[in-house]
């Protein structure tokens, strides 16, 4: 099993070649065999997936680091254009592209270059199901803090891709990490999470501009999604992702679109001192 994937991205257990929603476990999965007993019997560690440093689409590009206006002006329509799926088809994701969009996500900037992330790819269904009745269980708590319009308005809102999305992908932050040796986390820690955060973002760009739709799904009882997917108890959870290929396509935002919250004017957002 050839392992591309750089250093940063370590992940639960090396997988055999089965199917992960069509793709081909690459990198790894969360199976029912306990995680912190491989963690043990590594020497207290999750092991580590070694592979280049370098993601292979990085390798043998020849660039000057200078961009186009024409290359700017599409970068400006992938930012348009990125959004937050709720809606997927059900056909599986190419595995070549999901592999790309996993290499760019680990090339993200990190505070002292820690590279905390933690992608955790879901293969078994009944974890998927676990995590499905797990948001449902959540979200019905979630409707009522709501009262009145804005409460009928949360109940018809579509927040997430759950049962649909052919791949699951949960990410942790490891807090504990000696990757970095600290650099810029003394008096403001929770940078390890930020750098988690851009890693995300860098995720989720590479795959819109490969025409794959994720989407962020943040409703849940973390410790009990934690203990779905039994992983090290210094992993803090920071996103699970729904990946697949959007149902339609559109620049405004579903909670735009259903009038949950519009895009505030720019100006309460930038100051000057």
């Not at 940063?8 to 990198?27: D, E, I, K, N």
């Not at 592979?51 to 961009?67: L, Q, R, W």
């Not at 186009?68 to 959004?83: A, I, K």
Request: net charge neutral.
């Amino acid at each position: 099993l050839p392992l591309p994937l750089p250093l940063p991205l370590l992940l639960l257990a090396v997988a055999p070649l089965s199917t992960l929603g069509g793709v081909p476990a690459l990198t790894a999965r969360v199976a029912r065999a306990p995680m912190r007993r491989l963690a043990r019997a590594r020497g207290g560690r999750v092991g580590v997936l070694r592979g280049s440093s370098t993601p292979e689409s990085a390798k043998g590009a020849v660039h000057t680091g200078d961009f186009s206006r024409e290359f700017h002006e599409e970068l400006e329509q992938l930012f348009l254009w990125r959004r937050d799926v709720r809606r997927f088809r059900k056909d599986p994701v190419d595995p070549k592209d999901f592999q790309t969009v996993l290499n760019h996500a680990c090339i993200a900037p990190s505070v002292g270059n820690s590279q905390p992330w933690r992608y955790v790819v879901i293969e078994d269904q009944k974890i998927k199901d676990a995590v499905t009745e797990n948001f449902e269980k959540a979200n019905l708590e979630a409707l009522s803090d709501y009262e009145g319009e804005r409460k009928r308005t949360y109940a018809k809102l579509k927040l997430s891709g759950l049962k649909e999305a052919p791949i699951h992908l949960a990410v942790f932050c490891e807090e504990d990490t000696p990757i970095g040796h600290g650099l810029g986390r003394r008096t403001m820690p929770e940078a390890l999470e930020y750098s988690v955060a851009a890693s995300i973002q860098q995720l989720w760009l590479s795959a819109r501009s490969l025409g794959i739709g994720v989407g962020w799904v943040s409703i849940f009882d973390i410790e009990d999604l934690k203990a779905s997917l039994d992983v090290p108890d210094d992993w803090k959870f920071i996103a699970y992702l729904c990946v697949g290929y959007p149902e339609e396509k559109h620049t405004d935002s579903e909670l735009i679109r259903h009038g949950w919250q519009d895009r505030l004017d720019r100006s309460k957002m930038i100051f000057k001192r």
